[in-house]
């Protein structure tokens, strides 16, 4: 069955540490995107990326990274330079064109700071 | 600026309690208007999807409508299998991204 599969579930990071969260699709879809969840806020965006080695920033980069190297492929590297960490993390792919089913999720990371 | 607005916050019904859920937009061109389900601790699952003023999809108890400032989400005789936050979302003409609202969380007690 095609998806998006997230890993972790569960990480936690100490002070001063870089953590990693993957996320891989088989669907075949061109875009794919992070995005950060919070308790009474909306879905904010961190990184998209529309294409195989190039990405752009979203409205709240600042603290993140991410590489996109294969087209299945587009990690999420939380630095020590994010302040406020602990959330729920969610990545997402979408066909470039407009699609009758926006984003498909993957099913999330929850990453706690120690 | 895009904006898109969710009310309630929270809803809780009695089983078999019909209710409507609101979604309020204001874009500048919209492209299209999505809805979602999420259980906690998991990824939002794709409900329906909009695209013009007085359109409207079902899927079993849920019935979704379109205007050209708001879209419904109407639930007739929920369930307690119901209980979820409901996402709405809305695609602007000028890209490929996604401006989501902050959800309503219900609650249907047997």
């Known amino acids: 069955d095609g998806g998006i599969t997230q890993s972790p579930k569960y990480l936690f990071r100490k002070e001063g540490q870089n953590v990693t969260l993957s996320c891989e699709q088989n669907?075949?879809?061109?875009?794919m995107y992070w995005y950060r969840q919070d308790p009474g806020q909306g879905l904010r965006l961190i990184y998209y990326?529309?294409?195989?080695?190039?990405?752009q920033k979203g409205d709240i980069a600042e603290g993140y990274s991410v590489s996109r190297e294969k087209k299945e492929s587009f990690p999420l590297t939380v630095t020590s330079a994010q302040k406020n960490p602990t959330a729920f993390y969610l990545c997402?792919?979408?066909?470039?064109?407009?699609?009758?089913?926006?984003?498909?999720f993957g099913s999330g990371t929850r990453l706690t700071v120690v | 600026e895009d904006q898109v607005t969710q009310s309630p916050e929270a809803l809780r019904l009695q089983e078999g309690e019909s209710s409507s859920l609101n979604c309020s937009y204001t874009?500048?061109?919209?492209?299209?208007l999505f809805w979602y389900r999420q259980d906690p601790g998991k990824g939002p699952e794709f409900l329906f999807t909009?695209?013009?003023a007085g359109e409207e999809k079902e899927k079993e108890r849920l019935k979704a409508t379109l205007t050209k400032k708001e879209s419904f989400l109407h639930i007739t005789a929920p369930k307690p299998e119901d209980s979820a936050t409901y996402l709405c979302?809305?695609?602007?003409?000028?890209?490929?991204?996604?401006?989501f609202g902050t959800g309503t969380s219900l609650t249907v007690i047997p």
């Open positions: 990326s529309q294409i195989v080695n190039d990405f």
């Open positions: 669907l075949n879809h061109d875009a």
């Open positions: 997402a792919s979408s066909i470039q064109t407009l699609s009758n089913y926006g984003y498909t």
């Open positions: 979302a809305v695609q602007v003409n000028t890209g490929n991204q996604f401006y």
């Open positions: 874009v500048s061109g919209l492209r299209g």
């Open positions: 909009l695209y013009s």
